[in-house]
């Protein structure tokens, strides 16, 4: 006698059948609309079950449908216990997936998987069960409606998008027959191939790794329909019939591994009839052709569709005809299954966003001794592509914006998708007070990467500042490092790289016009005729513009009609009123030019005689480039923006971009300068390229944006590894106290830099001097010289250890350090308070130099560091000025001038009195005189004048003569600098 089933599932009709509408072509509705899903146990469609089925309405989702049990004898069915229902089969795996997504939520409340189907055509079937099961189990679904005559690249081209976002967790295709291409299949992320169709899944099922791969949920569906009703299928004779690719290979394949005879066919096989007829088990993949009888397939035979219109139009199921029961559609129960399949995706997404090891190939280094110039290092090694790099980091192709070949933009909507991921550990490379030619941070930073990623394999990532056309042309030549450790192309690094820097110069520089501009126009204009031209009539109307509404609002006006102003108020509107002498926000240039230190505006006839006295800085003092390093999306540094105080009204009252109306020009010449731009080392690891400010100007450390994308991308065991410009004394302590405020981050360790070259300055050696070669005592070994630089190394130990941070001191090893020499050092390093120090040799030999120093930061992040500010940011101006004096340099006190003390009596008035500091200062002593070496104590600190970044968000007292302009020195780098007109390459570039 036959083996019966439980019926199987159709498509589901209520009483009154529910209406998807139909979506336009082309669209993606997105979320798509929740329709209310019968609840369990309130099916209304009427049971139609075989002999012995019986059942009614209201006992399930698919009401009571058994069909005939087995007869005493039937080895069909294991006996014992009883079978499970379909219904109860959905429903159980429903709710395990609702439970395993409850228990992802509570770590990740954020995190809700999403589906997202596609559909080309008007059956609208799978759609309404997707929809309804999804938002059982707590899931999204997204529905993307394609006309039914979509070619196969449109449907892709929905597709690819699909796999990049990082929203979407499963996608299934729900197409016609005629569009299931290899092509569009293989189309399909494996990893978010919920059906089980792509090659990849597909081998790795029939490799015997369904562990590791989707499986098609149809295909499981048909095995646990048997296996719940405790059906035997070992020893069985099953037919696929009509089954295509995929679904054919799944089934044939879980049927095969149960132990049955299996055999697939077409509806056209000439042998169609007998298959039918010798077939135990027939699997329907497509809907049956009418001239096919159901009398073809033996009484008894276990039928199971997989396609819901098998019956030429019919939607009953278990219907009789000619004796034989056939079972419709296993849909519903494939739907749960996929369900269960994005969940398991999602879970798998999450693990991988708590920490995934990057699968990065590293890029082999051949070093050569003596080691060439960095130019020739540079170009010795092809740089991967930059989309190849961001692909192995976890960058999505829709999150970078590619310049060439090695460098390439990202976009910030980075941050909102990684915001659930672990930040990894964040290190700081400082230096000792250093010499003119710099005693290697940037080297430094990229040898420690290239060790903790190329040789440790461990996620890492360098920030580095974009260096200034000043002293790449001027003294010190380029920033990229040095020898087999540095950033490549170091030609691209060193020039324009992405345009950030001329973008700051045209911002700064528009602000400027625009302050000269507004002050000639006050002076030569009535008030309504300022009025008039401000807000002017456009088509017979007068509208205040978006900005000019907020000056109102500053102003205390509520109104927005331009013909409601009160004479006094148009004029309080109109006129900014700047007090010329009170001007801070001068002109910038990136290039050194001392003669523009001090110069005169306005000479021309043209201005009418309203000329005054001005100046230039460099344009990486601009306050606009120390808002973008401080900013941590587009809104804040548009708020930034707005901020920046410009000059002072006559009355003592601030004025700011946004008074000049200009706020919106200059968030657009920057809305490109805000993302990060990503290149890589020397062996093929990831460096953010970000932000420019000069630490013995502005705080001098790459972006908060770069830090933050890149602790999320290396994840919870990853390494971000960014640098403060100079010494500790200047480039760290801002570090800790500026940007660390906020950014709101926590730093692991410092990574101090030490060379024996500077230590012997710092012991009484003679002056170092750029451009000319080294004194003897540079170049041989003098152990005293070492001894008694070491002051300073012990001093800014211990300025790291006002901040209760860590500190592990690299030494970076020149051909000419004695094997004492670095001894010495390391040993006095270690009894000054240093958690280790280490010599590095990445300069000679890339990464594999600095694999011990790598090893010794990854210990002391895992100790722990207990992080505090240096001063309380509520304490007075000059209260903050003199505990970074004398904490911090060493100083017995600071003397104010009166410019300085009156500027700091201003800001206070205007409330700016709560700001951390940003003091201007020589790098090359922790005093305020460049010559005095070692530890200096004792002196007073002179602060000659006090100036406000309120965008940026600090102060910052000028120290001593500190110029904002550098010079170019008698034999400036540029006389070595060349282009090859043949081969366009750059020569002579550091």
Not at 3 to 25: H, I, S, Y
Not at 77 to 97: F, H
Not at 662 to 675: E, P, Q, R
Not at 826 to 833: F, I, P, T, V
Request: hydrophobic share 40%.
């Amino acid at each position: 006698m036959s083996t019966r089933l439980p019926g199987v599932f159709r498509q589901l009709r209520w009483a009154q059948p529910p209406t998807v509408p139909r979506a336009p072509r082309g669209c993606r509705p997105g979320i798509a609309a929740r329709r209310p899903f019968p609840p369990w146990g309130s099916c209304q469609v009427p049971c139609r079950a075989g002999s012995g089925g019986g059942g009614s309405a209201g006992e399930g989702l698919v009401g009571k449908r058994w069909l005939r049990e087995p007869q005493s004898g039937s080895s069909g069915r294991a006996g014992g216990k009883a079978p499970l229902r379909p219904d109860a089969m959905v429903r159980e795996i429903i709710q395990n997936s609702k439970e395993v997504l409850s228990l992802l939520q509570k770590g990740n409340p954020t995190f809700k998987p999403v589906l997202a189907v596609v559909q080309a055509g008007d059956d609208n079937w799978m759609q309404e069960i997707n929809q309804n099961l999804a938002e059982e189990a707590g899931l999204n679904i997204t529905h993307v409606c394609l006309p039914p005559d979509s070619s196969e690249d449109e449907i892709i081209d929905e597709i690819l998008k699909l796999n990049e976002d990082a929203r979407i967790h499963g996608l299934a295709l729900h197409l016609s027959i005629s569009s299931f291409s290899s092509k569009i299949l293989n189309a399909l992320k494996p990893d978010k191939d919920v059906d089980g169709v792509t090659d990849v899944n597909l081998g790795k099922l029939v490799r015997g790794d369904a562990h590791e791969c989707f499986v098609s949920p149809t295909a499981r569906a048909v095995i646990e329909l048997l296996e719940k009703s405790d059906f035997i299928i070992d020893g069985k004779k099953v037919l696929v019939v009509g089954a295509h690719g995929p679904l054919e290979a799944a089934l044939q394949c879980l049927f095969q591994r149960k132990g049955a005879m299996t055999m697939t066919c077409t509806w056209k096989t000439p042998q169609l009839q007998s298959k039918l007829n010798e077939a135990e088990i027939v699997v329907i993949g497509s809907p049956k052709p009418d001239e096919i009888p159901l009398s073809w397939i033996q009484p008894g035979a276990t039928v199971l569709n997989c396609s819901h219109s098998f019956l030429s139009g019919k939607q009953e199921y278990g219907v009789q005809i000619d004796g034989l029961t056939v079972e419709d559609d296993v849909g519903l129960l494939a739907a749960a299954l996929r369900i269960q399949n994005v969940i398991n995706s999602g879970r798998r997404w999450l693990r991988e966003q708590q920490y995934r090891r990057w699968k990065l190939r590293s890029l082999k280094l051949q070093p050569l001794s003596p080691v060439p110039s960095d130019i020739e290092i540079s170009r010795g090694q092809t740089p991967k592509a930059v989309d190849v790099l961001a692909k192995e980091i976890g960058l999505l192709a829709d999150e970078i914006e590619v310049y060439g070949q090695s460098k390439a933009k990202v976009r910030l909507s980075l941050l909102e998708r990684l915001k659930d991921q672990a930040d990894g550990k964040y290190i700081l490379v400082a230096g000792i007070t250093p010499t003119p030619l710099g005693e290697g941070k940037s080297t430094v930073t990229v040898g420690l990467v290239q060790a903790l990623t190329a040789h440790l394999h461990i996620n890492s990532f360098a920030c580095l500042r974009q260096p200034s056309q000043g002293p790449t042309f001027g003294v010190k030549g380029g920033a990229a490092g040095g020898g087999y450790a540095q950033v490549i192309p170091m030609e691209e690094f060193n020039l324009h790289l992405t345009g950030d820097i001329h973008a700051i110069t045209a911002a700064n520089n528009l602000l400027a016009a625009a302050i000269d501009a507004r002050i000639l126009h006050e002076s030569t204009q009535t008030d309504k005729a300022l009025f008039n031209r401000l807000v002017p009539l456009v088509n017979g109307v007068r509208e205040f513009s978006g900005i000019q509404l907020n000056r109102l609002k500053k102003l205390g006006i509520n109104k927005t009609d331009p013909s409601t102003l009160t004479k006094e108020e148009m004029t309080r509107f109109a006129r900014l009123d700047i007090d010329p002498s009170t001007i801070t926000w001068q002109r910038v240039l990136d290039t050194n030019d001392r003669f523009l230190r001090k110069i005169t505006i306005g000479q021309a006839k043209t201005e009418k005689g309203f000329f005054r006295q001005a100046q230039f800085d460099i344009a990486v003092a601009s306050e606009i480039m120390a808002v973008l390093a401080l900013t941590d999306s587009l809104q804040d540094m548009k708020n930034r923006l707005g901020r920046m105080v410009v000059a002072s009204d006559k009355e003592g009252q601030t004025v700011t971009a946004d008074d000049l109306g200009v706020t919106g020009a200059l968030t657009v010449l920057m809305k490109d300068a805000i993302k990060p731009t990503l290149m890589q080392t020397l062996e093929g690891t990831p460096v953010f390229v970000h932000a420019g400010p000069f630490a013995n100007i502005a705080h001098g450390n790459s972006s908060v944006l770069a830090d933050k994308i890149a602790l999320k991308l290396v994840g919870g065991e990853g390494f971000v590894v960014t640098e403060a410009g100079f010494g500790a004394d200047i480039g760290m302590e801002k570090f800790f106290n500026i940007k660390c405020r906020a950014s709101g981050l926590v730093p692991n360790v410092v990574v101090l830099v030490a060379t024996v070259r500077a230590l012997k300055m710092h012991g009484g050696g003679p002056s170092v001097t750029a451009g000319v070669p080294l004194k003897k005592e540079y170049t041989e070994e003098n152990l005293q010289l070492v001894a008694d630089g070491c002051c300073n190394l012990k001093k800014q130990i211990q300025i790291a250890q006002l901040f209760g941070v860590p500190v592990v001191v690299a030494l970076n090893v020149f051909k000419s350090d004695t094997h004492a020499e670095i001894d010495l050092v390391c040993e006095l390093a270690k009894r000054a308070g240093a958690f280790d120090a280490v010599p590095c040799h990445h300069w000679s030999i890339g990464g594999r130099g600095s694999v011990d120093l790598a090893r010794a930061v990854r210990e002391a992040a895992n100790r722990g560091s207990h992080f505090r500010f240096l001063y309380d940011i509520q304490l007075p101006i000059v209260e903050k000025i003199r505990t970074i004096a004398q904490k911090v340099y060493g100083a017995q006190d600071i003397e104010l001038s009166p410019e300085a003390q009156s500027k700091i009596d201003r800001y206070t008035q205007q409330g700016f009195g709560n700001l951390p500091i940003c003091m201007a200062k020589t790098h090359l002593s922790l005093s305020h005189e460049p010559e005095k070496k070692g530890v200096p104590t004792g002196f007073i600190l002179p602060i000659n004048d006090v100036r406000a970044s309120i965008g940026a968000g600090f102060i910052y007292p000028l120290v001593g003569t500190m110029s904002t302009m550098p010079g170019l020195p008698t034999r400036p780098c540029f006389y070595d600098i060349d282009l090859d007109t043949e081969t366009e390459q750059v020569k002579g570039l550091f």
